[in-house]
Nanobody, 118 residues
Framework: QVHLVESGGGLVQAGGSLTLSCEASGTIFSRDDLGWYRQRPENERELVAQISSHYTNYADSVKGRFTISRDNAKDTVYLQMTGLKPEDTGVYYC?????????????WGQGTQVTVSS
């Protein structure tokens, strides 16, 4: 059973920084595709950043400000957020996607709140 534990959310002023962490267990982490999503108030969940063994990808709204990284030795994926804006406020979820012969299996973290004050 895959289990994800997120941490690092909080309240920050505009222009500030936060780093989110998501530690996984119960999966072969080094083989997984990973991502961070967010759900802003009155919006659907959206992709923020993703990372696999051979690429990274970012939403246009966060390019140049956010950095996704992974530490396979710690089974942890990170999201470094700088230059935060009030519109970055939302609940952030990590995703672990196991790539299997039967297709991808997605597992979600519990979510962590990020609030950016103006």
């Amino acid at each position: 059973q895959v289990h994800l534990v997120e941490s690092g959310g909080g309240l920050v002023q505009a222009g500030g920084s936060l780093t989110l962490s998501c530690e996984a267990s119960g999966t072969i982490f080094s083989r997984d595709d990973l991502g961070w999503y967010r759900q802003r108030p009155e919006n659907e969940r959206e992709l923020v950043a993703q990372i696999s063994s051979h690429y990274t990808n970012y939403a246009d709204s966060v390019k140049g400000r956010f950095t996704i990284s992974r530490d396979n030795a710690k089974d942890t994926v990170y999201l470094q957020m700088t230059g935060l804006k009030p519109e970055d406020t939302g609940v952030y979820y990590c995703l672990v996607r196991e790539v299997t012969r039967g297709g991808p299996l997605d597992f979600w973290g519990q979510g962590t709140q990020v609030t950016v004050s103006s």
